[in-house]
């Protein structure tokens, strides 16, 4: 069966330190796979896209690789912030049966960034 | 900047009440979205729509139906609540095509007594 795992448990690292968030998969073949962020009681808000064809793609301190042999791919977020606490989610392009290419998320990583 | 609406934050419902949420975007967006997320399940997805009128099933529609009348419009309905369906339902929209990224609405708390 198809899967998104993303690690359950919080990570928890110092200000300043960089933050790396896993995101693996089995049993999909995605063209481009996504990163999410989300505060307590909000919606997700968007951050990057990568494609199958591209291994890096950065924003600001933001970095994500995408290892389409591995299934795997990494979110970096450089130079850590108490404001970067949050939970971060993965989303992959699956097609359902119906034809439509929709997105399936991980159930997150909740980063907690300490002074 | 794109704003998706959901018209209530926090609803308080009855075992067998008819709910409607509603959800609103304002940036001419052809897809529009319906998940919901629980501790432990994540998001998963209810119902999608590409086009007015148009709706396609997603991961869990049981026990949920949904409207597309306008284009700016999609509404979720749960035709006869059940405590299972408490739950944070979140609406999100994107541009035509497969690889837009979706914008969220700040979600509806939804609890069924």
């Known amino acids: 069966s198809q899967k998104i795992e993303q690690n359950s448990e919080a990570l928890n690292i110092q200000e300043g330190k960089t933050a790396t968030l896993t995101c693996n998969y089995t049993?999909?073949?995605?063209?481009?796979l996504q990163w999410y962020r989300q505060d307590p009681g909000r919606g997700p808000v968007f951050l990057l896209l990568i494609r199958e064809n591209e291994k890096e793609k950065r924003k600001e301190r933001l970095k994500v690789t995408f290892d389409t042999t591995l299934k795997q791919s990494l979110f970096h977020i450089t130079a850590s912030q108490p404001a970067d606490s949050a939970t971060y989610l993965c989303?992959?392009?699956?097609?359902?049966?119906?034809?439509?290419?929709?997105?399936?998320f991980g159930k997150g990583t909740m980063l907690l960034v300490s002074p | 900047d794109v704003k998706v609406t959901q018209s209530s934050r926090y609803l308080v419902k009855r075992t067998g009440e008819k709910v409607f949420l509603e959800c609103v975007q304002d940036m001419d967006h052809e897809n529009m979205f319906w998940y919901r997320q629980d501790p432990g399940l994540g998001l998963r997805l209810i119902y999608f729509s590409y086009d007015v009128k148009m709706k396609e099933k997603g991961d869990i529609p049981e026990g949920y139906s949904v409207s597309r009348e306008k284009k700016e419009r999609f509404s979720l309905i749960l035709e006869s609540a059940s405590t299972n369906q408490t739950s944070m339902y979140l609406c999100?929209?994107?541009?035509?095509?497969?690889?837009?990224?979706?914008?969220f609405g700040e979600g509806s708390r939804l609890t069924v007594l």
């Open positions: 049993n999909y073949s995605p063209a481009y």
């Open positions: 989303a992959l392009d699956p097609v359902l049966n119906s034809g439509y290419s929709t997105l399936t």
């Open positions: 999100a929209s994107s541009w035509e095509g497969e690889h837009g990224e979706l914008f």
